[in-house]
């Protein structure tokens, strides 16, 4: 099945800098990656999501990296501010549904002010 | 009320108690799903019922079992669990077919404790 690892578990940066999370997946016919956000105490919500045949996606403040060959995704974040702290999970599936979603540990973003 | 909603949002419970969580989608959707949320690791998917049928996780122990009379409500029927299923119990639901967007909608989550 399906792996996907995600680093760094713990990330902290200054308010204003950038915040750059990576998610490696081991099924090769893996076609759709989400990111979702989860603030504390909250549900996780989607923020944004790449398929297999785009190699960039770019939402604001927040965009999406996909490199197929060497299996990973990056989520990148500008001009970070307070409200961008939380948990984020890459996921990773097959069918480009939902119902087949692998996700990593996450990572707890920290926006320093 | 709106979205996915999750009752009730805490329980405790002793391992010979029965309890059941149940979660309710108001958005129309065809596929709902229960995850288990521990502290570092990651999201579990436990259950997908997909078109209200039930895609088998044989992972799960029997101690959990899933009931989902229609394509709105989903229940988690819980039976002499053990401490280490303590954890946040989310409920999502998703459109699932050839317009679909992939998007989960989750609950606010069930905090379950078994003492």
């Known amino acids: 099945g399906e792996n996907v690892e995600q680093h760094p578990s713990t990330l902290s940066v200054q308010e204003g800098d950038s915040a750059v999370i990576k998610c490696t997946y081991s099924?090769?016919?893996?076609?759709?990656f989400p990111w979702y956000k989860q603030e504390l105490g909250k549900r996780p919500q989607l923020i944004i999501d790449?398929?297999?045949?785009?190699g960039e996606k770019k939402d604001q403040r927040i965009a999406v990296t996909l490199n197929k060959t060497a299996k990973h995704f990056s989520l990148h974040i500008t001009e970070t501010q307070p409200e961008d702290s939380a948990v984020y999970f890459c996921a990773a599936a097959r069918r480009g549904g939902a119902d087949g979603l692998t996700f990593g540990k996450g990572t707890h973003l920290i926006i320093q002010p | 009320e709106t979205g996915v909603t999750q009752t009730p949002r805490h329980l405790v419970m002793g391992m010979t108690n029965k309890k059941s969580l149940k979660c309710e989608q108001h958005l129309g959707h065809n596929a709902m799903y229960w995850y288990k949320q521990s502290a570092k690791k990651p999201l579990e998917l436990m259950f997908v019922y997909s078109l209200e049928e039930r895609v088998e996780n044989n992972s799960v122990p029997s101690r959990f079992s899933p009931e989902c009379p229609n394509s709105s409500h989903l229940f988690l029927h819980l039976h002499t669990l053990q401490p280490e299923d303590s954890a946040l119990y989310l409920c999502?639901?998703?459109?699932?077919?050839?317009?679909?967007?992939?998007?989960?909608?989750f609950g606010e989550g069930s905090r379950l404790t078994v003492l």
């Open positions: 790449i398929r297999s045949n785009v």
């Open positions: 099924d090769s016919a893996s076609n759709y």
């Open positions: 999502a639901s998703s459109q699932e077919g050839h317009t679909n967007t992939g998007e989960l909608f």
